[in-house]
């Protein structure tokens, strides 16, 4: 019986010429077909296979880019409208900040006036008082004096007319009665 090693070592012979025909140029019409078959049904499994899911996932991720790119240009006018809306509400805000300033001016310089108005009709108030009060105290002063002056003279005269002088006594007593006033 052969060993393993003899079955394992044989050799095919090959005849010379077999290949001595076949040049780059000259095809095997019968391995063109075979190549061309083989071809078609990988062609077909790979369609039912392996490009229908492929093409399916690149036409989702197509329109997955596509939707992106869609919520990204709103996302940006978005944004862009909320800007516009933003600077429309600091301008409006500024706006109004200004109004209210305006206002609080004025407002103040009212107050202000009225104040002073006020302050002048009291200050005015005082002033015609005081003028009162000072014409109140001259006449009540004259009054006084007039009545003092009043006593006097009548003190004078019953002194001169008790004492029945002469006009040189007279006019000493008279000197001496006006100095002590």
């Given at each position: 019986m052969a060993s393993a090693a003899d079955t394992t070592h044989e050799t095919i012979e090959v005849p010379a010429n077999?290949?001595?025909?076949?040049?780059p140029l000259n095809v095997d019409p019968q391995m063109v077909a075979w190549t061309w078959v083989t071809f078609a049904i990988v062609a077909f499994v790979l369609y039912k296979i392996a490009w229908k899911p492929i093409l399916a996932a690149l036409d989702a991720r197509e329109e997955r880019i596509r939707s992106s790119l869609d919520d990204a240009r709103r996302a940006r006018e978005e944004i862009e409208n909320i800007e516009e809306t933003c600077n429309a509400l600091k301008l409006e805000a500024a706006n109004e900040s200004k109004e209210i300033v305006?206002?609080?001016?004025?407002?103040?310089?009212?107050a202000a006036s009225h104040v002073?108005?006020?302050?002048?009709?009291k200050?005015?108030?005082?002033y015609e008082n005081a003028e009162r009060d000072i014409?109140?105290?001259?006449?009540?002063?004259?009054?006084?004096?007039?009545?003092?002056?009043?006593?006097i003279i009548v003190n004078l005269a019953s002194q001169l007319v008790a004492s029945n002088l002469d006009t040189d006594s007279n006019r000493s007593l008279t000197d001496k009665l006006l100095q002590e006033l």
């Open positions: 077999a290949h001595a025909d076949k040049g305006a206002k609080a001016r004025a407002a103040a310089t009212e002073e108005a006020r302050a002048s009709e200050i005015a108030i005082m014409d109140a105290m001259t006449n009540k002063v004259v009054a006084d004096m007039r009545k003092d002056q009043a006593d």
